[in-house]
């Protein structure tokens, strides 16, 4: 119980994550959206690799908290919330096609716009990334989720515990057999690939 208090005091170090969100006006919802779409439209987008499903997704989650509000229902910690809802939004995506594997060739590389690497090194990089999108859409939805979380969203264990309403040790191991499925992924699939 003292982890959860813990979890809910803003960190000034640690930024807006931790913020105590006011969702009922106009404008703490609007500073919540601000800082969270897109954080919401990238995870979206990798665990989906399809922009527009991405906006989709993440336009109906923020219209889901905003409904959930409107009915007057309190959100305790709204950013786990507002995950769990991509994550029921993104399951319901894969449900309603017969196959949540992506083909390689429609993954669009990622462009980093700081990046100042030689062709030779950025395209290694691009296929890596590409690769790497590729195994994680291979996975079951949860597992897809909880490394999107843990490593591109860069949530903490116990940020993820809450999404999942799991303990920490539950979560840890769920994502070292993630971590280990995508290797025997990437591993097997590494030499059809090239």
Known sequence: MEELARLNEPHAQEGEERKDWNLSTREGFA??????????????????????VAQDIASKAFLNVLEYV??????????????????HLV????????????PLSTLAPYDDPQSDDSPEREAGTHYNAALVRYAIGTLKPQESALLTMRYVDDLSIEEIALVFGKSRGAISVAIHRALRELHDVIEKDHGRLV
């Open 31 to 52: 500073a919540f959206y601000d800082y969270w779409a897109p954080r919401i439209y990238r995870h979206a987008l990798i665990r989906t690799s399809s922009p527009e």
């Open 70 to 87: 409107k009915a007057q229902k309190r959100i305790h910690r709204a950013p786990s919330f507002l995950y769990k809802v991509v994550n």
């Open 91 to 102: 399951i319901d995506h894969y449900r309603s096609r017969s196959s949540h594997t992506i």
